[in-house]
């Protein structure tokens, strides 16, 4: 019990620098990205928060760049999920104010 619960601070940890690595890039646009949890069945649950949370590209953004970066940096993570994913059609997202197409 006690090797598991190492295993997981370890992974949070490491789940955690891959996430500082892109947080940069997030925090441009006006978001940023919490963990909630990592499961047992090793899933890495996150909120995306400010801009993030309200864009209708977040599901790229997840994709494309946070889940990418979490399993490049933790192959062990089988998945990324996010609370809160805005869907493109969803009347109230926004796109950051510097965004540029």
Request: glycine residues 4%; proline residues 6%; hydrophobic residues 40%.
């Amino acid at each position: 019990m006690k090797e598991e619960k190492l295993t997981n601070d370890d992974l949070m940890h490491r789940v955690q620098q891959a996430l500082d690595n892109i947080r940069p890039y997030l925090e441009t646009d006006g978001g940023d990205v919490k963990i909630l949890e990592i499961s047992s069945d090793k899933v890495v649950k996150l909120e995306l928060l400010g801009a993030c949370g309200q864009c209708p590209m977040s599901a790229m953004t997840l994709r494309a760049g946070v889940e990418e970066s979490i399993k490049r940096a933790v192959p062990e993570i089988v998945a990324v999920e996010a609370i809160n994913i805005t869907q493109p059609n969803d009347p109230n997202a926004k796109l950051p104010d510097n965004f540029v197409s």
